[in-house]
């Protein structure tokens, strides 16, 4: 019998509080009910960063309006849901809890099965939630925390086929931002600024194309930029807004850079297991940055390969793909118990040995 399946699911591992209500009809596209993020950038603004602390209290104080606002845009209430998907990791350790908490909370006085998910793969099946994209296809998968690429098998299953040995690029974006005094999330600053320098006028590294494979290394970028500020400052006594953005424009080139031509090698390992229609889809909040994105549609133009990245608020973090990612756990049969603990690790590829820094950052994904 075909069966139609209705998810609320809840994000919590960094610094979002989001709660969204996901459908599917067995062999349908899925659809989105509703999708409502509180972001918290500004009680972070003043310190520089996501306060581990200040952002879990908010998650606490805001999840059950999330999940109101969630149940009321999509015009249901728990008593329609099939199941409650949460984040349990990997994340900020009390963002996390705050979720499974909730999730729990709402699991143990409604009898609705619980699914944990990761939210890492939330991210990585991004694209087959907004175009229904089947397995296998190959993400790169780019955010604040991560940077990786991973061949999709099926929900559970993903194979790392390399990523970063330290910085991921948004952690990077972030850190040159701060450096150049544009506020944070630096992602999009860096992008605005970006678009009116010369990206030729600063020539920045191209980490580890010397190397084979398709790992990457991003902390060398921040250094580059550093010593390239500081000099510009020496010299002339402070950035004009010229020097500014073409600062902006040579690390973003740089990133861009890398990032296709270590594509291009994913994408030969990934064509070697000849799937039927190959796709190549980036996810993650990186996956925002229109230079990015249009290299990659670039590199798989060349290669005659689809690409596909998701709209730009379901690149950044949200609870559409966790509530996705978990209707896709339950429809296979999983199910998780009210022992479900939260994870601040938690790798996608299990059998791959951890990289060198991956994740250092751990919360962001
Ligand atoms: O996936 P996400 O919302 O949070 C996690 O890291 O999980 O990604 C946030 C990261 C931040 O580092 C932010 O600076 C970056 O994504 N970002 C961007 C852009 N928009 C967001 N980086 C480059 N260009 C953008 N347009
Ligand atoms: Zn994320």
């Not at 550093?226 to 080139?253: H, N, P, W, Y």
């Amino acid at each position: 019998m075909v069966q139609t399946l209705t998810v609320l699911g809840l994000e919590s591992s960094c610094d979002d509080t989001a709660a969204a209500v996901v459908r599917q009809t067995e062999g349908e596209d899925a659809e989105i009910l509703s999708s409502v993020v509180h972001g918290q950038t500004e009680l972070h603004s003043t310190y520089g960063g996501v306060v581990p602390e200040i952002a879990a209290r908010a998650h606490a104080e805001k999840l059950d309006i999330c999940v109101k606002q969630a149940l009321a845009a999509a015009n249901l209430g728990l008593r329609d849901m099939d199941a409650i998907a949460v984040t349990a990791g990997p994340g900020l350790i009390g963002g996390v809890m705050s979720g499974v908490m909730c999730a729990k909370g709402l699991s143990a006085a409604t009898g609705l099965p619980l699914i944990g998910v990761n939210h890492l793969a939330g991210h990585a099946l991004t694209p087959r939630l907004t175009d229904g994209i089947s397995f296998p296809y190959l993400i790169l998968l780019v955010s604040g925390g991560h940077c990786q690429y991973l061949v999709a098998h099926g929900p559970e299953q993903f194979t790392r086929l390399g990523g970063t040995i330290d910085d991921a690029p948004g952690e990077a974006f972030d850190k040159t931002a701060r450096l150049l005094g544009l506020p944070q999330p630096g992602g999009p600053s860096v992008e605005a600024e970006a678009r009116s320098g010369d990206p030729k006028r600063f020539r920045f590294p191209r980490p580890l194309l010397d190397r084979t494979g398709c790992d990457l290394s991003f902390s060398g970028l921040k250094t580059a930029l550093m010593r390239m500020r500081d000099q510009i400052v020496a010299e002339k006594g402070g950035l004009t807004r010229q020097d500014r953005a073409d600062l902006c424009a040579g690390f973003q080139q740089a990133i861009v850079d890398t990032l296709a031509e270590k594509t291009r090698r994913a994408m030969d390992q990934y064509l070697v297991l000849n799937p039927s229609e190959p796709v190549i889809a980036v996810a993650g909040g990186v996956a925002a940055n229109s230079a990015i994105r249009a290299a990659l549609e670039t590199v798989c133009a060349e290669k005659g390969t689809r690409f596909t990245a998701p709209p730009l608020p379901l690149c950044t973090d949200n609870a559409a793909m966790i509530a996705y990612a978990g209707l896709e756990r339950f429809r296979a049969g999983s199910r998780d118990g009210l022992d479900l603990t939260a994870r601040p690790r938690w790798p996608l590829d299990q059998r791959s040995p951890a990289m060198l820094g991956s994740g250092k950052k751990g919360a962001k994904a």
